[in-house]
T-cell receptor, first 114, second 115 residues
Framework: DGGITQSPKYLFRKEGQNVTLSCEQN?????MYWYRQDPGQGLRLIYYSQIVNDFQKGDIAEGYSVSREKKESFPLTVTSAQKNPTAFYLCASKARDRVYNEQFFGPGTRLTVL | AQSVTQLGSHVSVSEGALVLLRCNYSSSVPPYLFWYVQYPNQGLQLLLKYTTGATLVKGINGFEAEFKKSETSFHLTKPSAHMSDAAEYFC?????????????FGTGTRLTIIP
């Protein structure tokens, strides 16, 4: 079955540590996205990538980094520079053949900073 | 620039009653509009989308939404609520041209169903 996988589902980090969240898709989608979700704030875009080896900052990129070396994978690193990293992180992907295609979402990773 | 406003962060309805979740958008280009549903600790699932053509859009689980350009609205409705509809619902808008296709989400509406 095609879909998006995110791992781990739950992640705990000590302050000052970098941590990487995994996102893999087998939908053959070109575009991939990372969102952060906080209660009452909806989803906010962190980074997105429309093709391999290219990515753009979203609305809240500070303290995060990404790479896009393969079409299937778009890992997100939460660095120690992110002041308040505890949140639910969602990865999404989208086919680019039509501009109105919807984004497909993974199950999410809940990150807690101890 | 695009934005979405969802009126009511929490909505409660009785089982069997009408569900109405409100969404108003702002967009400088003709919009594409989406409704997603999220169950606790899960990702988002597409309910329905408006692209072009018919302004009344039918989605999964008996939901539908009507695009009203004059009111810049895309409200979500379901004639009869079911207990399984309890979830959080997000309205989103994207632009109609490549390069302007990021999704902008509303802050969500949590729907509670009263038995």
């Amino acid at each position: 079955d095609g879909g998006i996988t995110q791992s781990p589902k739950y992640l705990f980090r000590k302050e000052g540590q970098n941590v990487t969240l995994s996102c893999e898709q087998n939908l053959n989608h070109d575009a991939m996205y990372w969102y952060r979700q906080d209660p009452g704030q909806g989803l906010r875009l962190i980074y997105y990538s429309q093709i391999v080896n290219d990515f753009q900052k979203g609305d809240i990129a500070e303290g995060y980094s990404v790479s896009r070396e393969k079409k299937e994978s778009f890992p997100l690193t939460v660095t120690s520079a992110q002041k308040n990293p505890t949140a639910f992180y969602l990865c999404a992907s989208k086919a680019r053949d039509r501009v109105y295609n919807e984004q497909f979402f993974g199950p999410g990773t809940r990150l807690t900073v101890l | 620039a695009q934005s979405v406003t969802q009126l009511g962060s929490h909505v409660s309805v009785s089982e069997g009653a009408l569900v109405l979740l409100r969404c108003n958008y702002s967009s400088s280009v003709p919009p594409y509009l989406f409704w997603y549903v999220q169950y606790p600790n899960q990702g988002l699932q597409l309910l329905l989308k408006y692209t072009t053509g018919a302004t009344l859009v039918k989605g999964i689980n008996g939901f539908e939404a009507e695009f009203k350009k004059s009111e810049t609205s895309f409200h979500l409705t379901k004639p009869s609520a079911h207990m399984s509809d309890a979830a959080e619902y997000f309205c989103a808008v994207s632009g109609s041209n490549f390069g302007n296709e990021k999704l902008t989400f509303g802050t969500g509406t949590r729907l509670t169903i009263i038995p």
